[in-house]
């Protein structure tokens, strides 16, 4: 079974729609069993990162979900979800996160007009199956202020917003969408195509 994990922060059913539009049946759970026996696990999320942070970790859904990706169960990160996976943020103090992938979550600065919202197009960075259906200059639709600081081994694709922003990153069985696949139209829709291949 696969799952999306309801720790109050995240607009699960549209999430759950469109994953099942290519295949990928969900349920939205907060059962910390039925998540343990997920085998794939799905962390949505929107709003800040440190109530984010603080309803994992004080919940023991933080222990639990590293846990399970040390296992090798596939983690898959969405907006809030990916920032989650980083080591730390600076959203509004420090805040820890999940370790997954070393790196921080940072404010963006070059921009005058935050939050990033809206369609930006992606550069693809290396090759991966996930990326397989996705092309340099496809459109999706982001809505984030911050953005992961890292080596950048991990980055799939990114886009520009003053910065460069990893947009799909993977680390093993640790994937992350900055962006919203869910809202992508046609291009999220071959990711998450393409994701299915990869998890089921």
Known sequence: MNV????????????????????????????????????????????????????????GLADLLIRKANEGTYIIGICLGMQLMYDRSFENGEYKGLGLIPGDIVKLEQMPKIPHMGWNNLTLEREDPLVKYTSTGDYVYFVHSYYAKSSGEEILAYGEYGERIPAIVRRGNTIGFQFHPEKSAEVGARLLKALGEIIL
């Open 4 to 59: 999306i994990v309801d720790y109050g922060l995240g607009n699960l059913r549209s999430l759950q729609t469109a994953l099942k539009g290519q295949g990928i049946e969900t349920g939205i759970t907060s059962d910390q069993e039925e998540i343990a026996a997920a085998s794939a696990i799905f962390l949505p999320g929107v709003g800040a990162f440190r109530d984010a942070s603080k309803a994992l970790w004080e919940s």
